[in-house]
């Protein structure tokens, strides 16, 4: 499983990026897609995922009213829209893929599937200072 992350930077609080999840050895149309993130000394968390086959989506509450998931299936890439972004966004985001719904839960196992074959990519830092 293969995918680059990209997008992330260094902004102020209340600013926007934009990542992206550039698949080269999957479709995204055929699987739930799900961005993590990571911060310093804190546990890996799910933030948002998307199942292309039917538009369902899920948002952390952390991040729901602010982050949007889209995908583009003729680029073969997966977004996430940041907007209103707040210091407690810093964190390296990843790109996750699996057969999975569109819940927390799932998000969980989507975690566990990613870490069990050892298919977390590089991430993308996100750095916002307040």
């Known amino acids: 499983v293969h995918f680059v992350e990209s997008g992330g930077g260094l902004v102020q609080a209340g600013m926007s990026l934009r990542l992206s999840c550039a698949a080269s050895t999957f479709t995204v149309d055929s699987y739930t897609i799900g961005w993590f993130r990571q911060a310093p000394g804190k546990e890996r968390e799910g933030v948002s995922c998307?199942?292309?086959?039917?538009?369902?989506?899920y948002y952390a509450d952390s991040v729901k009213g602010r982050f949007t998931i889209s995908s583009d299936v003729a680029k073969n890439t997966v977004y996430l829209q940041m907007n209103s972004l707040r210091p407690e966004d810093t964190a390296v985001y990843y790109c996750?893929?699996?057969?999975?719904?569109?819940?927390?839960?799932?998000?969980?196992?989507?975690?566990?599937?990613?870490?069990?074959?050892?298919?977390w990519g590089q991430g993308t830092q996100v750095t916002v200072s307040s």
């Open positions: 998307l199942r292309s086959s039917d538009g369902s989506t």
């Open positions: 996750a893929v699996g057969p999975f719904g569109t819940t927390a839960q799932a998000m969980s196992v989507m975690s566990r599937y990613m870490e069990v074959n050892d298919y």
